[in-house]
């Protein structure tokens, strides 16, 4: 056993900077900042050389094989990479197989932080057929083996424990993603608005996100056609999972601007700062996940004092305080793990209504949106979360 008070972790992941385009890599590249000033640690990614991680390209040998596959290529360099480390710590199943093979291979604990869960994932199948399979295979193996779980959420720990009943609940920690409410705080300036095209001084209501089921984009696009046609509809959706997907979002975009002429589609990924400013300049964010394990996005529209509307589901209303910092949109979702709505003309209309209430009355929207950037500092700093991630890894070692 190595001392509890300094020792090395190995961070393993697929995004790292400057490569982030979710959730999940936002959290490694705070988590491994906070870490850095308590105990050792290396950062193992994959892609280009990076001149602060171990960066791992796909085998050559598999780059005309399923995705899934050519990821379980790179955990295998990855778990060959860790040697000498006293515990290795796995985020999503892109990196999972990696922590569990580390630990058999090198005899180290193996900690996971649960993003997401591919059971409650099933649409991946559109993207990576059989290589769905192995996917949720390779989440399985890892977390009935791994030595604690770390949940972002509540949420997202009954959801470990109800996919998986295998797991040992002692061994399901809760701790929350966090915020760097330094960084992500209210820019007053417009030059990234104007440069994209969105205008200033009117309701603007808008969307940051990657063009997949999850993340309930359709939906939106359907509520949109009830909102206030006085507001400006921004939505910066890129990424799309499969040509299915996107070709249904360029649909509903076209219709909406068939009807009103103040929607503005980014569809390439922007950089923090502009998504800053555009936040910062936003009547109200909107979070229309069918899935969120806890949504990080939400606390980064709530620490630009912007106001927010989202789904009542998984990990979201420990961070939107309803009533408070924003409104939370009820649904009632199928129980085969897909999320869908099991009414979604009714979940599409509360989600319109719900945002008309806050474009409407902006100084209601305002009183939230300051409402949320103190729940930020307050709750979810990116220290504390520092120090409660080195509580788990004491508990293991």
């Given amino acids: 056993m190595v001392g509890t008070d300094r020792f090395r972790v190995d961070l393993l992941t697929r995004e790292y900077p400057p490569a982030v385009y979710g959730g999940a890599g936002v959290h490694v590249e705070y988590l491994a900042a906070a870490l850095r000033a308590l105990t050792p640690v290396r950062v193992h990614c ?53 922590g569990h093979l580390a630990k058999l291979l090198h005899g180290v604990p193996h900690v996971v932080t649960t993003h997401s869960l591919e059971p409650l994932r099933p649409w991946k199948a559109e993207q990576l057929g059989g290589g769905y399979a192995l996917s949720s295979w390779a989440e399985r193996t890892a977390l009935e083996a791994a030595d604690a779980v770390i949940a972002v959420s509540d949420g997202m720990r009954r959801d470990v424990l109800a996919a998986y009943p295998a797991v040992d609940p002692a061994r399901v920690r809760v701790v929350h993603n966090g915020i760097d409410t330094a960084q992500y705080a209210p820019d007053p300036a417009t030059g990234v608005l104007e440069r994209l095209g969105i205008a200033t001084g009117v309701p603007t209501l808008t969307f940051v996100g990657r063009i997949t089921r999850q993340k309930g984009l359709p939906y939106l696009l359907r509520a949109a056609r009830q909102v206030d046609p006085a507001a400006q509809l921004v939505f910066l959706a890129g990424a799309p999972d499969t040509p299915e997907i996107a070709a249904e979002v360029s649909a509903l975009v076209d219709e909406l601007r068939a009807t009103r002429d103040n929607v503005v589609w980014i569809p390439e990924m922007v950089t923090k700062p502009e998504v800053i400013q555009v936040l910062t300049h ?18 980064e529209a709530m620490a630009c004092e912007t106001a927010v509307v989202a789904t009542a589901t998984g990990g979201i209303p420990e961070v939107v305080d309803d009533g408070v910092t924003g409104l939370l949109v009820p649904i009632e979702q199928v129980t085969d793990g897909s999320g869908t709505p099991v009414d979604p003309d009714r979940f599409v209309a509360d989600l319109a209504a719900a945002i008309n209430s806050l474009i409407t009355d902006p100084d209601r929207a305002r009183r939230m949106g300051l409402a949320g950037r103190q729940r930020a500092v307050d709750h979810f700093s990116w220290p504390a979360i520092a120090e409660a991630t080195m509580e788990v890894y004491r508990s293991v070692l």
């Fill in 46 to 98: 994959f892609g280009d050389p990076r001149p602060d991680a171990s960066a791992y390209a796909d085998i050559s040998e598999l780059k005309d094989a399923n995705p899934a596959l050519q990821v379980l290529g790179v955990d295998l360099a990855i778990a060959a990479g860790v040697a000498g480390t006293d515990l290795v710590h796995s985020h999503t199943w892109y990196a999972n197989l990696a």
């Fill in 282 to 299: 936003s009547t109200v964010f909107v979070c229309p996940s069918i899935y969120e394990p806890m949504g990080i996005v939400n606390l």
